[in-house]
């Protein structure tokens, strides 16, 4: 009969046009929440990395309200509080630092270091006239002069997202079993998978945020302490750069202290030079080979490439909070392929636990998942 032929056409209309909400909805969802994606972030990441002592803090006070803001207000005043110290230490260093390089460029005597090569004075006088590098660092310490007053003016936004981040901590802790349930009964995987596949995420939030910005954090600290005590310029500012530059894979801080070695050395600094390189060589870089297995382990299996890529891509879509959104996505996406070719091979009762690397490196970072 005509009647029951269109049912199932009704049917699948109304299925399309649920789906079809359902997109939109989300599409929305997204925008609204796009704004607040930095502060979201970040309260993600402090409540994985804080979980463990905010569950002890609230089996001995048995009260979750109390449990999260005592939690919430640690974080804060430990977080808060270098940050400040920070943000106004780079702003001068950073101008003095450039405008001491503009100083060092312009009474730099390069026919001295060439005079007796002709074919390298031809090239230094060439790259020079192509270059301009006291120019070029003039017109940087310009910009970082521009930057610094819009980085005032930008205070206010930066914290009302401070502020964000930690109210949105403080339900993320209190409320992180009910959310758990919501996103396993809204999730299409099955309880295992999705337990895994919120077990990958945190894997790398603690990955990225414990092994590499701390390991980070010390081989900048150790370089800056270094370049002080060699009396070199600006030594906050070059260790926030080395620092930066050692969370990036295959970056590191060599990048720094390698040009700076080389310098104390052209300027017959011969001691300073050796010292810095040993310390450099043996010290910072020994850290990270010393301090990221214990901290990481085989917890951040993703190659040297994936996680540059996920990393440095990662900055460049979202900005800061990139570092670690970048690598999560990756993760998750491998965890979510990963569950698709046990479902295509038709094993729902595989199992799900990755094999973890017994030996992890600052080449390789971790083996990858297959």
């Not at 917890?299 to 979202?318: D, E, M, P, S």
């Amino acid at each position: 009969m005509p009647g029951l032929k269109q049912m199932p056409d009704m049917r699948q209309m109304r299925l399309l046009g649920i789906v079809a909400a359902t997109v939109i909805g989300l599409y929305v969802c997204y925008l609204l929440a796009l704004p607040f994606l930095p502060a979201l972030t970040w309260a993600l990441v402090l409540a994985i990395v804080l979980y463990p002592a905010h569950r002890r803090v609230e089996e001995r006070l048995k009260n979750q309200n109390l449990a999260a803001l005592i939690s919430v207000s640690v974080a804060a005043i430990a977080v808060g509080l270098p940050l400040i110290f920070v943000a106004q230490q780079l702003v001068g260093e950073a101008v003095n630092g450039a405008t001491y390089m503009e100083e060092v460029i312009r009474g730099w005597n390069t026919d001295a270091f060439v005079s007796g090569y002709p074919r390298l004075s031809a090239v230094a006088q060439w790259i020079e006239n192509q270059i301009d590098p006291a120019g070029t660092v003039a017109a940087f310490v310009q910009w970082l002069t521009a930057q610094s007053t819009s980085l005032l003016r930008g205070s206010i936004n930066q914290a009302v997202m401070f502020v964000l981040t930690f109210y949105l901590l403080f339900y993320f802790l209190r409320d992180r079993e009910s959310a758990l349930r919501g996103i396993e009964r809204l999730s299409p995987l099955r309880t295992a998978e999705t337990a895994y596949m919120l077990s990958r995420l945190a894997e790398t939030v603690h990955a990225i945020l414990i092994g590499t910005v701390l390991v980070a954090a010390v081989q900048g600290t150790l370089g800056g302490l270094m370049f002080w005590w060699l009396g070199l310029p600006t030594p906050v500012f070059w260790g926030l750069a080395m620092g930066l530059l050692a969370i990036v894979p295959v970056l590191g801080a060599f990048l720094i202290w390698v040009p700076a070695a080389i310098y104390l050395a052209l300027e017959g600094a011969w001691a300073s030079a050796a010292i810095l390189t040993v310390w450099g060589g043996g010290v910072v870089a020994g850290i990270d080979n010393l301090l990221y297995p214990m901290l990481v382990g085989s917890r951040l299996r993703l190659h040297t490439v994936v996680a540059f890529i996920g990393a440095v891509g990662g900055i460049v879509l979202f900005g800061a909070s990139g570092l670690v959104l970048g690598p999560a996505v990756i993760a998750v996406t491998v965890s979510l392929v990963d569950i698709l070719k046990k479902r295509l091979k038709d094993q729902p009762g595989a199992e799900l636990t990755p094999k973890r690397d017994t030996k992890p490196s600052r080449q390789s970072r971790a083996a990858p998942s297959e």
